[in-house]
């Protein structure tokens, strides 16, 4: 089992890799602070880093999109282990924006050994076209977004918009990663994509456990696509 502590009870974390090297994360130890949840690590982060660590041919030569992407366990993870050509990390809080630019240079990411590598400010209701035609997204990632009808709500308008924006030849393959909590909320969420047109596929699978978490949480992995 993968270590995974606070260093010293300090907001310092190091989580080793499978191939020896280790990721540093600078977090949060309250699961809310500055008013969000997103400077601390959840646990559909590190099931969706496991499950990308056994699905590299998704990541290697693409490029990615992480929507909420926290502080950047997931996203280090795909940087390090699965050679994306480019990769966009995102969030719309300025304290998670600041913790992620932190992070991704603790972790040496955008050197000349790394791929493009950017951290963009990206809120869901307000993005343009633009901004995502200038992702160019091959695939698309997020991990326990999915915990608020509205929020839920406005993610569902935002992969309308990411597949609306590619060609159909070249749609992006959107993974989302829940711990259901809520299932009712969860359910919605489902029921919302539905609405919207789009259809998703449960991911099945073992997943090598790399990360020492809570297994026993309901996790589901979903691929949405029209």
């Known amino acids: ?17 499978p191939n020896g090297d280790a990721i540093s994360l600078l977090e949060s130890i309250a699961l809310i602070s500055e008013g969000t949840t997103g400077l ?8 969706l880093a496991e499950w990308a660590l056994e ?3 998704v990541f290697t030569g693409r490029s990615v999109l992480e929507l909420g992407s926290g502080v950047g366990l997931t996203g280090i993870t795909v940087c390090r282990s699965c050679n994306p050509l480019r990769f966009v990390f995102s969030d719309c809080h300025s304290a998670v924006l600041e913790k992620l630019r932190e992070n991704v240079r603790l972790n040496r ?16 209701t307000t993005v343009t076209e ?62 919302q994509l539905e609405a919207a047109g789009l259809n998703h596929e449960v991911m099945t699978g073992p997943v ?5 978490y809570n297994r026993l949480a309901p996790f589901e992995l979903i691929k949405v696509f029209r």
């Open 40 to 47: 601390v690590t959840w646990e559909a982060a590190l099931y």
């Open 109 to 124: 990411l955008g050197e000349e050994t790394s791929p493009a590598i950017r951290v963009d400010e990206l809120d869901w």
């Open 130 to 191: 633009e901004q995502i035609r200038g992702i160019r997204a091959d695939t698309v990632i997020a991990a326990d977004v999915v915990y608020d009808p509205d929020v839920a709500g406005s993610l569902v308008k935002l992969l309308l918009k990411i597949l609306d924006c590619s060609s159909a030849e070249a749609q992006p393959e959107i993974y989302i990663c829940s711990t259901v909590r809520n299932p009712e909320t969860y359910g919605g969420f489902k029921l």
């Open 208 to 212: 090598g456990a790399v990360f020492p």
């Open 55 to 57: 699905n590299q041919q």
């Open 1 to 17: 089992m993968i270590e995974y502590k606070v260093i010293q009870s300090l907001d310092l974390v190091r989580v080793p890799q």
